[in-house]
């Protein structure tokens, strides 16, 4: 059975930084590209980053470029997210994702990211 | 970015019903859109994928159809289990972009 279990989140200042963590299990992390995908309150979802499965190719939507940075640890099995200089707009549940030829085929349960002071 | 709208934003229906939810995407993906599943409290689930094809293990009364910019979720005969929030991803090109959600409840 896949699983997706995103650890890190919790209340944090703006302007400071911030690392998610994502354990899989259940299927073969070095063979799947992965990817972030956000909700904020009251908000539809958004795509945030995704990784090639060797880590070889990362791509980032606009308004975190710069700011955020999507890793893999494919001995471990765990994709990373780390946030620098956070916004109040990046306050969201945060899901990890598998990502292959058929999109995003399996979801985390969420991790809540607050930003605020 | 390709701009996805779905409706409806919310749908009431019976046991039995067939319901049908849209997506439109602002220009043409082919057929690379794929609809979920999130219940109350748990991780969403991929119904369909590639606008057509069933996920393994998803029940037969749920179907897709569409290609370009237009593509309908059908589920044939409404189930109690089946109350859920649903939404569409299109995974045609970068950003992927999604649907806001349809919350279908029971009548």
């Known amino acids: 059975e896949v699983q997706l279990v995103e650890s890190g989140g919790g209340l944090v200042q703006p302007g400071r930084s911030m690392k998610l963590s994502c354990a899989a299990s259940?299927?073969?992390?070095?063979?799947?590209?992965m990817a972030w995908v956000r909700q904020a309150p009251t908000k539809g979802l958004e795509w945030v980053a995704t990784i090639s499965y060797d880590g070889s190719s990362t791509y980032y939507r606009d308004s975190v470029k710069g700011r955020f940075t999507i890793s893999r640890d494919n001995a471990k099995s765990t994709l990373y997210l780390q946030m620098n200089s956070l916004r109040s707009e990046d306050t969201a549940t945060y899901y990890c994702?598998?990502?292959?030829?058929?999109?995003?085929?399996?979801w985390g349960q969420g991790v809540m990211v607050t930003v605020s002071s | 970015d390709i701009q996805m709208t779905q409706s409806p934003s919310f749908l009431s229906a019976s046991v039995g019903d067939r319901v049908t939810i849209n997506c439109k995407a602002s220009?043409?993906?082919?057929?690379?859109l794929n609809w979920y599943q999130q219940k109350l409290g748990e991780a969403p689930k991929l119904l369909i994928y590639n606008a057509n094809s069933l996920q393994t293990g998803i029940p037969s009364r749920f179907s897709g159809s569409g290609s370009g910019t237009d593509f309908t979720l059908t589920i044939s005969s409404l189930q109690p289990e089946d109350v859920a929030t649903y939404f569409c991803?299109?995974?045609?090109?970068?950003?992927?972009?999604f649907g806001a959600g349809t919350k279908l409840e029971l009548k």
């Open positions: 220009q043409n993906i082919n057929r690379y």
């Open positions: 259940g299927f073969t992390f070095s063979n799947y590209g």
């Open positions: 994702t598998r990502y292959g030829h058929r999109g995003i085929d399996y």
């Open positions: 991803l299109q995974h045609n090109s970068w950003p992927n972009t």
